[in-house]
């Protein structure tokens, strides 16, 4: 799994988001602010780490890093084990929303 700090700016202040990817899936979740939730959305991280634009906006970070973001960017929601994440990834895949 790689796990990776979205900035609002190339300044990187303070986390705007965190994306969870796994390349070899081809999956990957991030926390919608909307939904207030975790969602399966990789096509949405895919375009956002392949644009030119966006380098200085995101930082590849550990586990150990992801789960003190995500509590930050979550307003208190923890970052799923990798278990929970790789359940998403499974629902995502089969069509199960």
Known sequence: MSY?????TDEQGEPAGL??????????????????AW???PGL?????????NVDRYKNVG???AEAVAEAVTGGEK?????SI???FKADSSGDR
């Open 19 to 36: 994306f969870v990817m796994d390349a070899g899936l081809g999956q990957a979740i991030l926390w919608d602010h909307r939904a207030r």
């Open 45 to 53: 991280v895919v375009r956002f780490l392949d644009d030119y634009r």
């Open 63 to 65: 586990r150990a890093a």
């Open 86 to 88: 790789r359940a998403m």
């Open 79 to 83: 970052l799923p084990d990798e278990r």
């Open 4 to 8: 990776y700090v979205i900035y609002r």
């Open 39 to 41: 969602a399966c959305d």
